[in-house]
């Protein structure tokens, strides 16, 4: 009878959270027809002028980062609001593992889901702004895509956590992660561009580098930090 | 209770600052040339970019408060937090405040995308949201925990995104060039000295200040709740 | 011999300036089961709090079934159940799944077969399958203890757990808390009420300006007497 350990505990928090999302369908439903509403918005705001000129190419990056961006804070604060009704936050912290392993498990779930969005996203945006892609653009967004989205859930997650524990949502958290998230989404939209452009990814690896640099600092840094978000 | 070596640090901190302010003011409008394409707008660049770089010291000794204070858990550490928070907004809003001043006479627009402005930007909301969260929190302690783990996260994150915005405004660069040390001359670099050095004791000066408050603030509110604990 | 359920020395904890805790020492037999009693502010919620490593002591020395809760946090906190007033339930996972969770979370052995027989034994087998939010307050908390049990805790630790039920589900929970059964966890029960303390302990301590002020055996003592200790003029620390 043994505490479960790192790999484990964290599994079965990321189990956990996807087996309340799958139940429920709460934070994809929530966030997905926001991130359509973003669409449809910027559809507007982009309708007259000078903006004719622009092509799906140009567009699209900047739309779609866009809507990512707000729709991951609806689904992150939509996600931490599963552990407030029964305080189990606090049973959490209390349970026999590793604080940093909470977070990663929590973590893993946010990013499934935001995949998730994601998968519907991208083609909208695609289909709404009239853009394409040819074959193995593909494979170069979806790269693009996981790298800058994973930072947004691992600082997200971290800062879902803070949020929540005052007792707030969505405007605090979006307050705290977009202009936090700033590199990221420069990257994100950087490096969609270019693939959406024709490029080779290589005109844009500072960025790709600066990505990955940033989910990595602020992985290890929420990993830290956890467990005193949790305390108390 | 202030030992007799604090005191006269502080009376010298004092000191020095008085002296220096005027000193600041002549250099920055007297002694300083006048520049030939902008006018006399420009010496405002004098407060602007020692005001930047202050605000940048302050989130120094926040993030060092910060880690202390996870570390220690002395309420002493987060009053220190607190006020570098509150002297760093207000300096980032005085950036905010000169840049526009000094662009819209010398280039002709209220706003510029450059990595200074934007950087500072993020700082101030960040700042800000640091301090909503404090003020959110149920009692002193999750509050000071949370804004620790905010401040480390918002000194890494200012750096990330000063570099970022650096990279992305190299892409697309602006009309007008800053005051950039190689075009300066020796009676600019001089005047712009000293006001750097007038504003840093500002800061410090402000920091402690605002320190001493805060320490005072905190004793009393304990001596309140004791009194309420001991009272019937 | 087996290690005592807590054995804690000189335990402080202080909160800015305030002193929850002023040293409290305590030790809790394998088996024992002890009533917490003390107005709110009197550190009742902190001690048992710290007892359940839900807060780290500044001072002094605690073991949980013979775990350093320093050196062996881990191995600690597994061997601790708890019930408060929040259901520490995931409303819409079914009462089994919330079950296996959080018996698999603290390192539970054969948890399907567990949590089935916990169920069925706090008479919520129906509601197997269903989401834990519509379970009423009482039959929430039944569910609330089988997630305190799952895992064969050492120590049960509850604060106040009947707040909030009414009469028959206080008197439900009662019956389920008073048996004794060879392989029960030794427990505390935080409680105001001094009649249902008295009867679901061995002995009980009174906790007073973060200090333990008064004790005795459960076992004839007269609730009046605890109350009176209540009303005891605070003394000078």
Excluded at chain 1, 88 to 94: M, W
Excluded at chain 1, 145 to 170: D, K, N, Q
Aim: aromatic share 8%; proline share 3%.
């Amino acid at each position: 009878m043994n505490p479960p350990g790192f790999l484990t505990s964290s599994w079965l928090v990321a189990r956990k959270d996807m087996l309340l999302e799958w139940r429920t369908l709460d934070t994809w439903s929530s966030s997905a027809i926001f991130a359509v509403v973003v669409l449809l918005v910027f559809q507007f705001a982009v309708a007259g002028g000078a903006a004719q000129q622009l092509t799906g190419a140009d567009l699209v990056p900047g739309v779609l980062w866009l809507a990512i961006a707000f729709s991951s804070v609806v689904g992150i604060a939509r996600s931490m609001d599963s552990e407030r009704q029964g305080d189990t936050l606090s049973a959490l912290f209390r349970s026999p593992v590793d604080r940093g392993a909470i977070y990663a498990g929590k973590l893993v779930a946010n990013c499934i889901k935001l995949a998730a969005l994601e998968l519907v996203l991208v083609p909208l945006a695609i289909v709404f702004f009239n853009a394409s892609l040819a074959g193995f653009a593909w494979l170069k967004l979806i790269l693009v895509l996981a790298l800058c989205s994973f930072g947004l859930c691992a600082l997200g997650t971290l800062f879902g956590a803070i949020v929540s524990r005052v007792g707030r949502g969505e405007a605090l958290l979006a307050t705290l992660l977009l202009p936090s998230a700033t590199p990221l989404l420069l990257a994100g939209v950087t490096a969609t561009a270019a693939v959406f452009h024709g490029d080779e990814l290589t005109t844009v690896t500072r960025w790709l580098g600066m990505a990955l640099g940033f989910d990595l600092l602020y992985f290890f840094l929420a990993l830290a930090t956890f467990e005193f978000v949790l305390e108390e | 209770m202030r030992r007799s070596g604090t005191r006269f640090l502080d009376a010298t901190l004092l000191a020095a600052t008085i002296a220096a302010i005027p000193a600041a003011i002549w250099a920055a409008m007297l002694y300083a040339p006048t520049e030939q394409t902008m006018g006399a707008v420009q010496r405002i660049f004098y407060f602007h970019v020692p005001s930047a770089m202050v605000a940048y010291l302050s989130v120094a000794v926040l993030l060092t408060s910060s880690i202390v204070y996870l570390a220690k858990r002395d309420l002493k550490w987060d009053d220190l937090s607190l006020a570098a928070t509150e002297v760093a907004l207000v300096f980032c809003t005085l950036v905010l405040i000169t840049g526009p001043i000094w662009a819209r006479p010398a280039w002709g627009t209220w706003w510029t995308w450059e990595a200074r402005l934007i950087s500072t930007l993020v700082l101030e909301i960040l700042l800000l949201a640091a301090l909503l969260v404090r003020r959110y929190a149920s009692n002193r302690d999750l509050g000071a925990r949370l804004a620790a783990i905010l401040g480390i996260t918002i000194a890494a994150d200012v750096y990330v995104v000063h570099k970022a915005v650096e990279w992305w405004r190299g892409m697309h660069p602006q009309v007008f060039k800053e005051g950039g040390k190689g075009s300066i001359q020796t009676e600019m670099q001089t005047a712009l000295l000293i006001c750097t050095v007038s504003i840093t004791l500002l800061c410090v000066l402000l920091i402690r200040l605002r320190y001493r408050t805060a320490r005072i603030e905190t004793r009393t509110q304990t001596m309140i709740l004791e009194r309420a604990e001991e009272g019937d | 011999m087996s290690e005592p359920a807590i054995s804690a020395t000189a335990l402080t904890r202080r909160f800015g300036q305030i002193r929850a805790l002023r040293g409290v020492d305590l030790r809790l037999e394998n088996g024992e089961r002890l009533a917490l009693f003390g107005l709110n502010g009197a550190g009742k919620t902190t001690l048992l709090r710290v007892l359940g490593l839900g807060l780290t002591p500044d001072s002094g020395s605690l073991a949980i079934d013979g775990y350093d809760s320093r050196r062996e946090a881990r191995r600690a906190r597994a061997r601790i159940g708890w019930l408060g007033h929040a259901s520490l339930l995931y409303g819409d996972l079914s009462a089994h799944q919330n079950l296996a969770f959080w018996g698999r979370l603290h390192g539970a052995d054969d948890v399907e077969k567990r949590a089935d027989a916990l169920l069925e034994e706090l008479g919520l087998a129906t509601y197997s399958d269903e989401p834990a939010r519509i379970l009423s307050r009482g039959l929430a908390q039944r569910l609330s203890l089988a997630r305190a049990l799952i895992h064969n805790p050492a120590l049960l630790l509850l604060d106040e757990p009947f707040t909030g039920l009414d009469p028959l589900a206080a008197d439900s929970l009662r019956k389920r808390l008073v048996e004794r059964r060879p392989d029960a966890p030794s427990m505390i029960i935080a409680t105001h009420r001094i009649d249902d303390g008295l009867a679901l302990s061995d002995r009980w301590v009174l906790l007073s300006r973060g200090k333990i002020s008064a004790s005795g055996t459960s076992e004839g003592t007269d609730p009046a007497s605890v109350a009176d200790a209540y009303r005891a003029p605070r003394k000078a620390s």
